[in-house]
């Protein structure tokens, strides 16, 4: 298994730009789900989801679109990015009923100028 | 109010000494989890260590356990006998409504530095 995949590495932007960072997993886990992590900050969730088909927000969800089409992909759309979003993006995926702790990927440096 | 609460930012601790990495949650449910992770200077999130709120043992796993003190609400994470790769930020979080709940909580993290 390769777990949870995340797509680019880095990535810088500039301001106003958009672009989509990709997640996928294997292990076949309804529940998956975005962070980013600021210095001091720890992780904060963007969004979520406990299924194919359906998504719910977390504690800082402006600016970032997800979808969940298949259960295997989750990925987080920035619609138009601001300097406010430089961070390293997490996603993380865990299997609801049988599974306890999340497992996260190796996460996405993004620098938006 | 701060969920979860890392007091340490920074921490030393000798080789092969024993170091306590401190933490306490504010939930007024009655079935949560509590989790420990690693973050190396590489980058990625390493699950440490699980602790369900109605288990009456205090969960281990090899070096690492969870010192659980439901009363005062903390969850101190103690590394025994540490080693140079112990060296790392270490997140405290916790999921509450540990069957149903989706939304996990971060501390601030604290930076364990081993040395020689």
């Known amino acids: 298994n390769a777990g949870v995949t995340q797509t680019p590495k880095f990535q810088v932007l500039k301001t106003g730009q958009s672009m989509t960072l990709q997640c996928a997993q294997d292990?076949?886990?309804?529940?998956m789900s975005w962070y980013r992590q600021d210095p001091g900050m720890g992780l904060r969730l963007i969004h979520y989801?406990?299924?194919?088909?359906?998504?719910d927000q977390g504690e800082v969800p402006n600016g970032y679109n997800v979808s969940r089409s298949t259960t295997e992909d989750f990925p987080l759309r920035l619609l138009s990015a601001a300097p406010s979003q430089t961070s390293v993006y997490f996603c993380?995926?865990?299997?609801?009923?049988?599974?306890?702790?999340?497992?996260f990927g190796p996460g996405t440096r993004l620098l938006v100028l | 109010a701060q969920k979860i609460t890392q007091t340490q930012p920074g921490m030393f601790v000798q080789e092969k000494e024993a170091v306590t990495l401190d933490c306490t949650y504010d939930?007024?449910?009655?079935?949560?989890?509590l989790f420990w992770y690693k973050q190396p200077s590489s980058g990625e999130m390493i699950f440490l260590i699980y602790?369900?709120?109605?288990?009456?043992q205090n969960a281990t796993e090899g070096r690492y356990s969870l010192n659980f003190q439901k009363a005062r609400k903390s969850a101190n994470l103690v590394i025994s006998a540490s080693q140079l790769g112990d060296s790392a930020m270490y997140f405290c979080?916790?999921?509450?409504?540990?069957?149903?709940?989706?939304?996990?909580?971060f501390g601030t993290g604290t930076s364990l530095t081993v040395i020689p």
């Open positions: 993380a995926s865990r299997a609801v009923w049988t599974g306890e702790t999340q497992y």
């Open positions: 292990m076949n886990h309804e529940y």
């Open positions: 989801s406990v299924g194919a088909g359906i998504t």
């Open positions: 939930t007024s449910d009655q079935s949560y989890g």
């Open positions: 602790q369900g709120s109605y288990d009456e």
């Open positions: 979080a916790m999921r509450e409504r540990a069957d149903t709940g989706n939304q996990f909580y």
